[in-house]
Each structure stands twice: as C-alpha cells, then as structure tokens.
C-alpha cells in the first residue's frame, strides 16, 4: 500500500531530487540520516544519549533541510515516516527547538523557490 502511495505521488510531481530522512534508537544510542538520492549523499549525525526517537526523527528532516540549503540543484521532495512529526509541523508547535528550525528552514527554501515538496508517509509506530 506505502508503495503504491509513493509511486502515485512521484507520478503526479515533477521530476525531483527525492531525500529520505530517519532517526533511530537502539538501547540510549540514537542517531539520525538523510540521503539523498542524486549522488547518493548520507548525510548523518549522532545524538546525545537518551535523546528521543522524536527529536531523532525531527533532526533528521532538519539534517535534509540542511543539505538543501547549500545544494545547487533546485527541486527537492523530502520524504519522511514521523507521524509525531507531521503532527508538531502541522500544528506549528515551535516549543521544540528543531520543529521551529525545520519550519524557519522550510519557509527560507521555498522562498528560493528550491523545494517542491516536503511529503510526510507517517506510520503509527507500535
């Protein structure tokens, strides 16, 4: 079903540089990636220990904003699984120090005009 999803929409954009974001936690370790599928960039960092597996999932889109920022190609789409997420960005919930940097960066690069789009295909994690 994601799969189809996913199809539908890259079908119905125009061509994009398609960046996949992710956090994860294993025990008190937790870290975060972006990947860009272009040049098959990987961009990723290490969290403090006993950070959140929503702060990772947050830091993981501002990580993909980040490389956007200093990227030379103009058509992005960022592609990320963190109901959680949707939800804070949806609400503009800037008391977390990361939602209120992926928003301000979202605003600066459509401003550019070097997104396209910013798709959330969130899963209720168990």
Known sequence: MLKQKLAEFKHSTQPTIDTYTDGSK????????AAAVVN??????????????????????????EYIRISKNNHFTIFYD??????????????????????FNYHQVVEKANMSN??????QRK
């Open 40 to 65: 098959n960039d990987i961009f990723s960092v290490r969290l403090l220990d006993e950070s959140t597996i929503f702060t990772a999932e947050a830091r993981a889109i501002e990580l993909a904003f």
């Open 82 to 103: 963190s109901l959680s997420c949707l939800q804070s960005l949806h609400n503009m919930n800037i008391d977390h120090p990361f939602i209120s940097s992926i928003l």
């Open 26 to 33: 294993d025990g008190n370790k937790v870290a975060v990636a």
């Open 118 to 123: 910013f798709a959330g295909f969130p899963q």
